[in-house]
Protein backbone atom coordinates (compact mmCIF):
# COMPACT_ATOMS: atom_id res chain seq x y z
CA UNK A 1 0.00 0.00 0.00
CA UNK A 2 1.46 3.45 -0.63
CA UNK A 3 2.28 5.46 2.43
CA UNK A 4 3.72 8.64 2.41
CA UNK A 5 5.22 10.35 5.19
CA UNK A 6 6.47 13.74 6.35
CA UNK A 7 10.60 13.73 6.53
CA UNK A 8 12.00 12.72 9.67
CA UNK A 9 14.96 14.66 11.12
CA UNK A 10 17.86 13.37 11.46
CA UNK A 11 18.10 10.41 13.97
CA UNK A 12 20.58 11.33 16.92
CA UNK A 13 21.17 7.59 16.74
CA UNK A 14 22.97 8.54 13.57
CA UNK A 15 26.98 8.23 13.80
CA UNK A 16 27.71 11.79 13.14
CA UNK A 17 25.31 12.78 15.80
CA UNK A 18 26.23 10.24 18.20
CA UNK A 19 29.88 11.39 17.31
CA UNK A 20 29.27 14.79 17.87
CA UNK A 21 27.49 14.54 21.53
CA UNK A 22 30.19 12.33 22.36
CA UNK A 23 32.42 15.73 22.00
CA UNK A 24 29.87 17.54 23.62
CA UNK A 25 29.44 15.49 27.10
CA UNK A 26 33.22 15.16 27.38
CA UNK A 27 33.56 19.05 27.19
CA UNK A 28 30.77 19.64 29.53
CA UNK A 29 31.98 16.70 31.89
CA UNK A 30 35.72 18.35 31.66
CA UNK A 31 33.86 21.69 32.66
CA UNK A 32 30.26 21.49 33.57
CA UNK A 33 29.92 25.82 33.58
CA UNK A 34 30.80 25.27 29.82
CA UNK A 35 27.32 27.35 28.46
CA UNK A 36 28.23 27.72 25.02
CA UNK A 37 28.52 23.98 25.00
CA UNK A 38 25.89 23.50 26.85
CA UNK A 39 23.87 25.07 25.00
CA UNK A 40 24.99 23.36 22.11
CA UNK A 41 23.86 20.41 23.08
CA UNK A 42 20.94 21.60 24.49
CA UNK A 43 19.89 22.91 20.72
CA UNK A 44 20.33 19.76 19.36
CA UNK A 45 18.23 17.69 21.85
CA UNK A 46 16.04 20.24 20.48
CA UNK A 47 15.99 19.70 17.19
CA UNK A 48 15.47 16.09 17.95
CA UNK A 49 12.75 16.77 20.15
CA UNK A 50 14.33 15.74 23.25
CA UNK A 51 12.66 18.57 24.86
CA UNK A 52 13.69 17.27 28.76
CA UNK A 53 17.09 16.86 27.80
CA UNK A 54 17.07 20.11 26.07
CA UNK A 55 15.34 22.44 28.96
CA UNK A 56 18.13 20.91 31.72
CA UNK A 57 20.97 22.45 29.37
CA UNK A 58 19.42 25.41 28.34
CA UNK A 59 18.39 25.95 32.54
CA UNK A 60 21.97 24.93 33.37
CA UNK A 61 23.58 27.14 30.78
CA UNK A 62 21.61 30.30 32.05
CA UNK A 63 23.13 29.58 35.68
CA UNK A 64 26.37 30.34 34.44
CA UNK A 65 25.98 32.50 31.49
CA UNK A 66 27.37 35.93 32.48
CA UNK A 67 24.46 39.09 33.00
CA UNK A 68 27.11 41.28 30.43
CA UNK A 69 26.86 38.85 27.78
CA UNK A 70 23.42 39.51 26.52
CA UNK A 71 23.61 37.92 22.90
CA UNK A 72 24.17 34.63 24.50
CA UNK A 73 21.81 35.21 27.45
CA UNK A 74 19.40 36.21 24.58
CA UNK A 75 19.97 32.91 22.30
CA UNK A 76 19.80 30.78 25.71
CA UNK A 77 16.15 32.78 26.43
CA UNK A 78 15.02 31.60 22.71
CA UNK A 79 16.06 28.23 23.01
CA UNK A 80 14.30 27.71 26.17
CA UNK A 81 11.04 29.11 24.88
CA UNK A 82 11.00 27.48 22.50
CA UNK A 83 11.52 24.27 24.13
CA UNK A 84 8.58 25.44 26.66
CA UNK A 85 6.46 25.91 23.39
CA UNK A 86 6.91 22.88 22.04
CA UNK A 87 6.25 21.29 25.74
CA UNK A 88 2.97 23.27 25.34
CA UNK A 89 3.98 25.31 28.97
CA UNK A 90 2.94 28.55 26.72
CA UNK A 91 3.45 30.98 29.89
CA UNK A 92 6.80 29.95 30.34
CA UNK A 93 7.45 30.52 27.03
CA UNK A 94 5.71 34.07 27.47
CA UNK A 95 7.78 34.74 30.23
CA UNK A 96 11.53 34.12 28.50
CA UNK A 97 10.27 36.11 25.48
CA UNK A 98 9.27 38.88 27.50
CA UNK A 99 12.77 38.66 28.89
CA UNK A 100 14.17 38.09 25.96
CA UNK A 101 12.47 41.67 24.19
CA UNK A 102 13.85 43.31 26.88
CA UNK A 103 16.91 42.24 25.57
CA UNK A 104 16.45 42.86 22.36
CA UNK A 105 13.28 45.30 21.89
CA UNK A 106 13.49 44.94 17.86
CA UNK A 107 13.93 40.71 18.04
CA UNK A 108 10.77 39.86 15.21
CA UNK A 109 11.32 36.09 15.83
CA UNK A 110 10.48 36.80 19.60
CA UNK A 111 7.56 38.57 18.90
CA UNK A 112 6.16 35.92 16.57
CA UNK A 113 6.76 33.78 19.07
CA UNK A 114 4.82 35.43 21.86
CA UNK A 115 2.14 35.93 19.53
CA UNK A 116 1.56 32.26 18.87
CA UNK A 117 2.48 31.60 22.99
CA UNK A 118 -0.22 33.93 23.69
CA UNK A 119 -2.76 32.71 21.35
CA UNK A 120 -2.08 29.07 23.14
CA UNK A 121 -2.50 30.64 26.12
CA UNK A 122 -6.34 32.49 25.25
CA UNK A 123 -5.01 35.80 25.24
CA UNK A 124 -6.37 36.79 22.28
CA UNK A 125 -5.85 40.66 22.37
CA UNK A 126 -2.07 40.59 23.69
CA UNK A 127 -1.66 38.11 20.87
CA UNK A 128 -3.17 40.57 18.32
CA UNK A 129 -1.06 43.26 18.98
CA UNK A 130 1.69 41.41 18.73
CA UNK A 131 0.54 40.05 14.88
CA UNK A 132 -0.16 43.48 14.13
CA UNK A 133 3.14 44.93 14.94
CA UNK A 134 4.92 42.50 12.64
CA UNK A 135 2.55 43.68 9.92
CA UNK A 136 3.33 47.07 10.58
CA UNK A 137 7.04 46.16 10.09
CA UNK A 138 6.02 43.70 6.75
CA UNK A 139 2.92 44.15 5.36
CA UNK A 140 3.79 41.18 3.32
CA UNK A 141 4.26 38.90 6.66
CA UNK A 142 1.83 36.22 5.74
CA UNK A 143 2.48 34.42 9.35
CA UNK A 144 1.21 37.35 10.70
CA UNK A 145 -1.58 37.80 8.54
CA UNK A 146 -3.01 33.89 9.44
CA UNK A 147 -2.11 34.27 13.02
CA UNK A 148 -4.76 37.72 12.80
CA UNK A 149 -7.22 35.61 10.79
CA UNK A 150 -7.15 32.72 13.45
CA UNK A 151 -7.73 35.83 16.50
CA UNK A 152 -10.51 36.80 14.16
CA UNK A 153 -12.42 33.12 14.18
CA UNK A 154 -11.97 33.02 17.57
CA UNK A 155 -13.35 36.85 17.53
CA UNK A 156 -16.26 35.53 15.65
CA UNK A 157 -15.58 37.93 13.26
CA UNK A 158 -15.49 35.17 10.29
CA UNK A 159 -15.23 38.10 7.39
CA UNK A 160 -12.12 39.53 8.77
CA UNK A 161 -10.30 35.98 9.15
CA UNK A 162 -11.61 35.80 5.21
CA UNK A 163 -9.66 38.99 4.46
CA UNK A 164 -6.56 37.74 6.02
CA UNK A 165 -5.93 34.50 4.93
CA UNK A 166 -7.18 34.84 1.29
CA UNK A 167 -4.34 38.07 1.45
CA UNK A 168 -1.99 36.32 2.54
CA UNK A 169 -2.83 33.23 -0.15
CA UNK A 170 -2.78 35.94 -2.94
CA UNK A 171 0.85 37.32 -1.62
CA UNK A 172 2.22 33.17 -2.83
CA UNK A 173 -0.19 31.36 -4.28
CA UNK A 174 2.20 28.83 -5.91
CA UNK A 175 3.64 27.76 -2.47
CA UNK A 176 1.96 25.40 -0.50
CA UNK A 177 1.96 26.14 2.88
CA UNK A 178 -0.21 29.04 2.16
CA UNK A 179 -3.03 26.50 2.07
CA UNK A 180 -2.10 24.28 4.69
CA UNK A 181 -2.29 27.41 6.92
CA UNK A 182 -5.48 28.86 5.47
CA UNK A 183 -7.06 25.45 5.49
CA UNK A 184 -6.29 25.54 9.09
CA UNK A 185 -8.28 29.34 9.48
CA UNK A 186 -10.91 27.45 7.89
CA UNK A 187 -11.31 24.41 9.80
CA UNK A 188 -10.98 27.05 12.78
CA UNK A 189 -14.04 28.70 11.49
CA UNK A 190 -15.83 25.41 10.49
CA UNK A 191 -15.53 25.78 6.78
CA UNK A 192 -14.89 22.37 6.29
CA UNK A 193 -15.52 22.53 2.44
CA UNK A 194 -12.73 25.46 2.14
CA UNK A 195 -10.41 23.57 4.28
CA UNK A 196 -10.90 20.31 2.25
CA UNK A 197 -10.32 22.25 -0.61
CA UNK A 198 -6.73 24.23 0.55
CA UNK A 199 -5.29 20.53 1.53
CA UNK A 200 -6.58 19.61 -1.66
CA UNK A 201 -4.50 22.76 -3.36
CA UNK A 202 -1.46 21.96 -1.25
CA UNK A 203 -1.28 18.28 -2.64
CA UNK A 204 -1.50 19.89 -5.99
CA UNK A 205 0.75 22.91 -5.75
CA UNK A 206 4.37 21.13 -4.57
CA UNK A 207 5.30 18.44 -2.96
CA UNK A 208 6.87 19.73 0.38
CA UNK A 209 3.29 19.97 2.05
CA UNK A 210 1.99 16.55 0.66
CA UNK A 211 1.99 14.05 3.31
CA UNK A 212 1.18 16.62 6.21
CA UNK A 213 -2.28 17.19 3.36
CA UNK A 214 -2.87 13.75 3.22
CA UNK A 215 -3.23 13.30 7.08
CA UNK A 216 -4.84 16.61 7.74
CA UNK A 217 -7.35 15.56 4.61
CA UNK A 218 -7.96 11.98 6.37
CA UNK A 219 -8.22 13.57 9.84
CA UNK A 220 -10.74 15.67 8.41
CA UNK A 221 -12.48 13.11 6.82
CA UNK A 222 -13.69 11.58 10.30
CA UNK A 223 -17.29 13.31 10.93
CA UNK A 224 -16.67 15.18 7.30
CA UNK A 225 -16.61 12.02 4.84
CA UNK A 226 -19.03 13.48 2.29
CA UNK A 227 -17.70 16.99 2.45
CA UNK A 228 -14.23 15.93 1.49
CA UNK A 229 -15.15 13.36 -0.75
CA UNK A 230 -17.44 15.76 -2.37
CA UNK A 231 -14.28 18.31 -2.73
CA UNK A 232 -11.96 15.01 -3.97
CA UNK A 233 -14.80 14.35 -6.47
CA UNK A 234 -14.43 18.13 -8.12
CA UNK A 235 -11.17 18.01 -7.95
CA UNK A 236 -10.76 14.81 -10.48
CA UNK A 237 -13.89 16.56 -12.45
CA UNK A 238 -11.17 19.13 -12.99
CA UNK A 239 -8.66 16.98 -13.78
CA UNK A 240 -9.86 13.69 -15.00
CA UNK A 241 -6.31 12.30 -15.54
CA UNK A 242 -4.83 13.40 -12.03
CA UNK A 243 -4.28 9.76 -10.53
CA UNK A 244 -3.23 11.01 -7.30
CA UNK A 245 -6.28 12.24 -6.70
CA UNK A 246 -8.46 8.90 -7.34
CA UNK A 247 -5.95 7.61 -4.91
CA UNK A 248 -6.16 9.58 -2.28
CA UNK A 249 -10.64 9.16 -2.68
CA UNK A 250 -9.82 5.28 -2.81
CA UNK A 251 -8.03 5.57 0.62
CA UNK A 252 -10.33 7.74 2.18
CA UNK A 253 -12.87 5.36 1.19
CA UNK A 254 -11.01 2.38 2.61
CA UNK A 255 -10.51 4.10 5.86
CA UNK A 256 -14.06 4.66 6.27
CA UNK A 257 -15.08 1.09 5.34
CA UNK A 258 -16.67 1.95 2.17
CA UNK A 259 -14.94 -0.53 0.25
CA UNK A 260 -16.99 -1.01 -2.98
CA UNK A 261 -16.19 2.88 -3.53
CA UNK A 262 -12.21 2.16 -2.80
CA UNK A 263 -12.42 -0.69 -5.36
CA UNK A 264 -13.96 1.48 -7.95
CA UNK A 265 -11.15 4.12 -7.80
CA UNK A 266 -8.35 1.29 -7.61
CA UNK A 267 -9.60 -0.34 -10.76
CA UNK A 268 -9.81 2.64 -12.45
CA UNK A 269 -5.78 3.71 -11.74
CA UNK A 270 -5.14 0.05 -12.62
CA UNK A 271 -7.00 -0.10 -15.89
CA UNK A 272 -6.96 3.36 -16.92
CA UNK A 273 -3.00 3.29 -16.19
CA UNK A 274 -2.77 6.46 -14.50
CA UNK A 275 0.05 4.72 -11.93
CA UNK A 276 1.79 1.49 -11.83
CA UNK A 277 2.19 0.24 -8.59
CA UNK A 278 1.56 -3.04 -7.31
CA UNK A 279 0.37 -1.48 -4.17
CA UNK A 280 -2.84 -0.70 -5.81
CA UNK A 281 -3.34 -4.10 -5.84
CA UNK A 282 -2.95 -4.88 -2.31
CA UNK A 283 -5.04 -2.33 -1.23
CA UNK A 284 -7.98 -4.08 -3.87
CA UNK A 285 -6.93 -7.39 -1.75
CA UNK A 286 -7.33 -5.55 1.22
CA UNK A 287 -10.91 -4.39 0.26
CA UNK A 288 -11.84 -7.85 -1.08
CA UNK A 289 -10.72 -9.53 2.15
CA UNK A 290 -13.09 -6.90 4.24
CA UNK A 291 -15.84 -7.97 1.66
CA UNK A 292 -15.19 -11.90 2.23
CA UNK A 293 -14.39 -11.96 -1.34
CA UNK A 294 -11.24 -14.24 -0.29
CA UNK A 295 -10.96 -15.34 -3.89
CA UNK A 296 -10.36 -12.27 -5.32
CA UNK A 297 -8.55 -10.97 -2.68
CA UNK A 298 -5.84 -13.93 -3.26
CA UNK A 299 -6.04 -13.19 -6.69
CA UNK A 300 -4.97 -9.60 -6.07
CA UNK A 301 -2.27 -10.62 -3.21
CA UNK A 302 -0.67 -12.75 -5.68
CA UNK A 303 0.06 -10.00 -8.01
CA UNK A 304 1.14 -7.84 -5.27
CA UNK A 305 3.73 -10.44 -3.77
CA UNK A 306 5.03 -11.53 -7.68
CA UNK A 307 5.28 -7.44 -8.38
CA UNK A 308 7.19 -7.13 -4.91
CA UNK A 309 8.07 -10.31 -3.53
CA UNK A 310 10.01 -8.51 -0.40
CA UNK A 311 7.20 -6.68 0.80
CA UNK A 312 6.09 -8.41 3.95
CA UNK A 313 3.14 -6.81 4.78
CA UNK A 314 2.03 -8.59 1.41
CA UNK A 315 2.88 -11.98 3.17
CA UNK A 316 1.12 -10.85 6.21
CA UNK A 317 -2.04 -10.04 4.08
CA UNK A 318 -2.28 -13.30 2.23
CA UNK A 319 -1.84 -15.07 5.73
CA UNK A 320 -4.84 -13.44 7.24
CA UNK A 321 -7.08 -14.26 4.10
CA UNK A 322 -6.17 -17.90 4.11
CA UNK A 323 -6.43 -18.30 7.49
CA UNK A 324 -10.43 -16.36 6.73
CA UNK A 325 -10.54 -19.48 4.20
CA UNK A 326 -10.17 -22.37 6.54
CA UNK A 327 -6.18 -22.52 5.73
CA UNK A 328 -4.42 -22.79 8.73
CA UNK A 329 -1.66 -24.39 7.17
CA UNK A 330 -1.02 -21.75 4.27
CA UNK A 331 -2.03 -18.86 6.68
CA UNK A 332 1.17 -19.77 8.54
CA UNK A 333 3.52 -20.50 5.95
CA UNK A 334 2.86 -17.09 4.68
CA UNK A 335 3.60 -15.49 8.26
CA UNK A 336 6.45 -17.21 8.12
CA UNK A 337 7.47 -15.64 4.72
CA UNK A 338 6.80 -12.49 5.52
CA UNK A 339 8.91 -13.05 9.46
CA UNK A 340 11.91 -14.03 7.17
CA UNK A 341 11.67 -10.62 5.31
CA UNK A 342 11.01 -8.65 8.37
CA UNK A 343 12.30 -11.35 11.41
CA UNK A 344 10.25 -8.35 14.11
CA UNK A 345 7.56 -7.54 12.13
CA UNK A 346 4.54 -6.91 14.87
CA UNK A 347 2.00 -7.23 12.17
CA UNK A 348 3.72 -11.29 10.84
CA UNK A 349 4.02 -12.62 14.89
CA UNK A 350 0.23 -11.98 15.46
CA UNK A 351 -0.70 -13.24 11.70
CA UNK A 352 1.39 -16.81 12.73
CA UNK A 353 -0.19 -16.21 16.44
CA UNK A 354 -3.58 -16.61 14.77
CA UNK A 355 -2.45 -18.99 12.30
CA UNK A 356 -1.48 -21.50 15.11
CA UNK A 357 -4.61 -20.71 17.07
CA UNK A 358 -6.32 -21.72 13.79
CA UNK A 359 -4.58 -24.67 13.81
CA UNK A 360 -4.80 -25.53 17.23
CA UNK A 361 -1.52 -24.92 18.20
CA UNK A 362 -2.31 -22.14 21.04
CA UNK A 363 1.12 -22.81 23.44
CA UNK A 364 3.13 -21.56 20.80
CA UNK A 365 0.65 -19.06 19.29
CA UNK A 366 0.82 -17.91 23.27
CA UNK A 367 4.63 -17.70 22.68
CA UNK A 368 4.57 -15.27 19.57
CA UNK A 369 1.98 -13.08 20.99
CA UNK A 370 4.53 -12.70 23.93
CA UNK A 371 7.44 -12.06 21.02
CA UNK A 372 5.18 -9.45 19.88
CA UNK A 373 4.66 -7.77 23.10
CA UNK A 374 8.18 -7.46 23.24
CA UNK A 375 8.49 -5.83 20.12
CA UNK A 376 5.60 -3.20 20.81
CA UNK A 377 4.20 -3.18 24.56
CA UNK A 378 2.26 -0.31 24.10
CA UNK A 379 -0.49 -2.12 21.35
CA UNK A 380 -3.54 -3.05 23.10
CA UNK A 381 -4.74 -5.48 20.81
CA UNK A 382 -2.04 -8.08 21.39
CA UNK A 383 -2.38 -8.21 24.82
CA UNK A 384 -6.07 -8.69 24.10
CA UNK A 385 -5.17 -11.71 21.94
CA UNK A 386 -3.08 -13.38 24.27
CA UNK A 387 -5.36 -12.95 27.15
CA UNK A 388 -8.29 -14.74 25.27
CA UNK A 389 -5.84 -17.50 24.16
CA UNK A 390 -4.78 -17.66 27.78
CA UNK A 391 -8.70 -18.06 29.00
CA UNK A 392 -9.90 -19.79 26.21
CA UNK A 393 -7.44 -22.58 25.14
CA UNK A 394 -5.09 -22.55 27.40
CA UNK A 395 -6.56 -22.62 31.25
CA UNK A 396 -4.65 -19.41 32.32
CA UNK A 397 -7.02 -17.32 33.86
CA UNK A 398 -4.64 -15.56 36.77
CA UNK A 399 -2.10 -15.33 33.41
CA UNK A 400 -4.59 -13.87 31.06
CA UNK A 401 -6.01 -11.22 33.90
CA UNK A 402 -2.36 -10.16 34.00
CA UNK A 403 -3.02 -9.46 30.20
CA UNK A 404 -5.95 -7.46 30.49
CA UNK A 405 -4.55 -5.28 33.05
CA UNK A 406 -1.78 -4.17 31.34
CA UNK A 407 -4.75 -2.73 28.66
CA UNK A 408 -6.50 -1.11 31.42
CA UNK A 409 -3.62 1.05 32.37
CA UNK A 410 -2.22 1.51 29.13
CA UNK A 411 -2.84 5.83 28.75
CA UNK A 412 -5.27 6.42 25.22
CA UNK A 413 -7.53 9.14 25.10
CA UNK A 414 -10.93 8.77 26.60
CA UNK A 415 -12.36 8.47 23.00
CA UNK A 416 -10.06 6.05 21.57
CA UNK A 417 -12.60 2.76 21.39
CA UNK A 418 -9.16 0.64 20.12
CA UNK A 419 -8.05 0.76 23.40
CA UNK A 420 -10.00 -2.06 23.96
CA UNK A 421 -10.25 -1.01 27.91
CA UNK A 422 -13.69 -1.59 28.21
CA UNK A 423 -13.70 -5.38 26.95
CA UNK A 424 -10.55 -5.56 29.33
CA UNK A 425 -12.52 -4.20 32.48
CA UNK A 426 -15.33 -6.98 31.31
CA UNK A 427 -13.14 -9.74 31.28
CA UNK A 428 -12.07 -9.68 34.49
CA UNK A 429 -15.12 -8.64 35.94
CA UNK A 430 -15.41 -5.45 36.06
CA UNK A 431 -19.09 -4.84 34.45
CA UNK A 432 -19.80 -0.98 35.59
CA UNK A 433 -16.77 0.24 34.83
CA UNK A 434 -16.42 -1.43 31.47
CA UNK A 435 -19.94 -0.32 31.33
CA UNK A 436 -19.11 3.15 32.05
CA UNK A 437 -16.34 3.01 29.34
CA UNK A 438 -18.74 2.41 26.78
CA UNK A 439 -21.16 4.69 26.98
CA UNK A 440 -18.67 7.35 27.09
CA UNK A 441 -17.26 6.16 23.96
CA UNK A 442 -20.99 6.48 22.53
CA UNK A 443 -21.23 10.12 24.06
CA UNK A 444 -18.04 11.26 22.35
CA UNK A 445 -16.21 9.60 19.89
CA UNK A 446 -17.05 10.80 16.64
CA UNK A 447 -19.01 7.65 14.68
CA UNK A 448 -20.41 9.06 11.52
CA UNK A 449 -18.85 5.44 9.74
CA UNK A 450 -20.34 3.31 12.01
CA UNK A 451 -17.37 1.75 13.47
CA UNK A 452 -18.00 2.79 16.91
CA UNK A 453 -21.28 1.09 16.40
CA UNK A 454 -19.84 -2.42 15.06
CA UNK A 455 -17.26 -2.04 18.71
CA UNK A 456 -20.93 -1.48 20.31
CA UNK A 457 -22.25 -4.20 18.98
CA UNK A 458 -19.12 -6.60 19.68
CA UNK A 459 -18.79 -5.71 23.29
CA UNK A 460 -22.70 -6.28 23.99
CA UNK A 461 -22.26 -9.33 22.33
CA UNK A 462 -19.40 -10.45 24.23
CA UNK A 463 -21.75 -9.68 27.37
CA UNK A 464 -24.77 -11.72 26.34
CA UNK A 465 -26.53 -8.30 25.67
CA UNK A 466 -28.02 -9.42 22.43
CA UNK A 467 -30.83 -7.02 22.01
CA UNK A 468 -28.64 -4.25 22.67
CA UNK A 469 -26.02 -5.07 20.84
CA UNK A 470 -28.44 -6.10 17.47
CA UNK A 471 -29.54 -2.06 17.85
CA UNK A 472 -25.74 -1.22 17.54
CA UNK A 473 -25.03 -3.86 14.61
CA UNK A 474 -28.56 -2.34 12.87
CA UNK A 475 -26.84 1.39 13.46
CA UNK A 476 -23.23 0.39 12.90
CA UNK A 477 -24.46 -0.86 9.09
CA UNK A 478 -26.96 2.25 8.87
CA UNK A 479 -23.65 4.10 8.62
CA UNK A 480 -21.97 2.26 5.74
CA UNK A 481 -20.03 0.03 7.88
CA UNK A 482 -19.06 -2.31 5.57
CA UNK A 483 -16.50 -5.01 6.71
CA UNK A 484 -18.21 -8.55 6.06
CA UNK A 485 -15.30 -10.12 7.24
CA UNK A 486 -15.71 -9.19 10.74
CA UNK A 487 -19.54 -9.21 10.66
CA UNK A 488 -19.42 -13.32 9.85
CA UNK A 489 -16.04 -14.51 9.94
CA UNK A 490 -13.75 -12.51 13.03
CA UNK A 491 -13.25 -14.87 16.05
CA UNK A 492 -10.10 -13.60 17.46
CA UNK A 493 -9.79 -11.75 20.80
CA UNK A 494 -13.64 -12.28 21.76
CA UNK A 495 -13.55 -8.67 19.93
CA UNK A 496 -16.26 -9.69 17.73
CA UNK A 497 -20.31 -10.42 17.09
CA UNK A 498 -19.73 -14.06 16.82
CA UNK A 499 -22.12 -14.35 19.53
CA UNK A 500 -24.92 -13.10 17.69
CA UNK A 501 -24.70 -15.20 14.37
CA UNK A 502 -26.90 -17.86 14.83
CA UNK A 503 -29.74 -15.46 15.36
CA UNK A 504 -32.09 -14.75 12.86
CA UNK A 505 -32.32 -11.04 13.66
CA UNK A 506 -28.69 -10.57 12.58
CA UNK A 507 -28.86 -12.68 9.84
CA UNK A 508 -31.79 -10.74 8.56
CA UNK A 509 -30.31 -6.96 9.32
CA UNK A 510 -27.38 -8.21 7.45
CA UNK A 511 -29.72 -9.09 4.00
CA UNK A 512 -31.67 -5.76 4.59
CA UNK A 513 -28.38 -3.80 4.12
CA UNK A 514 -26.39 -6.33 1.52
CA UNK A 515 -26.17 -3.38 -1.15
CA UNK A 516 -23.20 -2.05 1.46
CA UNK A 517 -21.22 -4.92 0.32
CA UNK A 518 -22.03 -5.35 -3.05
Not at 168 to 189: G, N, T
Not at 306 to 315: G, H, L, T
Not at 400 to 421: G, H, L, P, T
Amino acid sequence: MMTILPAMSQSIESPITRAMMRVYDEVIDENPRDYETLLRRGNEYYNHDMYKQALDDVNNALRYIPTSDKDTRLRALMLRANVYAMSNRYSDAVADLDEALTLSPDNLVAVYLRANALYNLGEYQRSQADYATLLRRNPRNQKAMFGLAKIAVKQNNLGVAGDYADRAVELSPAVSDVYMRRAEVRRLAANYQGAADDYIMAISTDSENTPRALQELFSLSNGNYSTVMSCLTEAIRRAPRQGMFYYIRAMIAQGHFKYSAAIDDYDKLINEKMYAYEGLNASLAECYYALGKYETALFNVDYAISANPDRAEYYVLKSNILRATGDARGAVEQAENALSKSPDNKAALEAKALALVAGEEYQQASVLLSEAIMTDSADPYLQMLRGWILTDYRSQPDIARRCYEEVIEMNFDIDQVRSYKGFALAFIGKDNEAEQWMNTILNTADNSDGMISYYAACFYAQKGMKDVALRHVEAALDKGYANYHNWMVANEARINVAPLRDDPRFKALLDKYVIIFK
